[in-house]
């Protein structure tokens, strides 16, 4: 049985400044129709930079949503024209203040599939070089430095909560196991 649902109409529930919310009116494979509430969202790109072999930087900030401050790798909503690399380009430089001297994809996941087609690109900077942070004028957050295996370890005490994080620190942790030795010192000791 094909499993694919046909787009009949949308409605637009709401139109954000950054996400856009719609109600599609789909054709089942079984022939019945059906609505498909989700969430229409631009992508976004983040990054897990690192200082040196042990130590990255995180953000510290807080998310209005779930009421509290959060520990996250520096992130960001792409821009209508940008790419994803031009994206973190300019998001660790503006949440960070550091600029990367190389920038690393890592991988494309989608966080939310069943209510929402954001696809959330992740990046690994290195020799990064520090300059002038610029956050956004309601955006208000701080740098953490932090040992990697600390944050490893923030994330089984619960005190990182967030998903691409907790996704680019649990790959790089377990990728120095499956890297070459000639490329593990670019990932980290």
């Known amino acids: 049985m094909e499993m694919k649902e046909n787009f009949i109409k949308r409605i637009i529930e709401h139109k954000g400044k950054a996400v ?3 109600c ?25 930079p690192f200082l040196d072999e042990n130590r990255i930087v995180l953000v510290k900030q807080y998310r ?3 009421g509290k401050e959060t520990f ?23 949440e960070t203040g550091y600029s990367a001297g190389k920038i690393d994809k890592v991988l494309s996941f989608s966080p939310t599939p069943a209510f929402s087609n954001e ?10 070089k520090q300059e002038t942070k610029n956050p956004d004028e309601d955006e208000f957050l701080s740098n953490e430095i932090a040992d990697f295996k600390t944050a490893i370890q923030m994330i ?3 005190q990182i909560i967030d998903a691409k994080t907790i996704i680019a620190l649990l790959y790089f942790n377990t990728a120095e196991k499956n890297i070459s030795k000639n490329d ?3 990932w980290r000791a």
């Open 119 to 128: 696809i959330l690109h992740i990046f690994a900077a290195f020799d990064l």
């Open 156 to 158: 089984y005490e619960g």
């Open 20 to 22: 856009n919310f719609y």
């Open 64 to 66: 209005y949503p779930i």
């Open 72 to 94: 996250e790798i520096p992130a960001g909503k792409i821009d209508k024209g940008e790419t994803p690399i031009e994206c973190i380009k300019r998001e660790l430089k503006e």
């Open 184 to 186: 593990q010192s670019r």
């Open 24 to 48: 599609d009116e789909v054709l089942l494979p079984n022939g019945r129709n059906s609505t498909r509430e989700y969430l229409d969202h631009p992508g976004a790109s983040c990054v897990l």
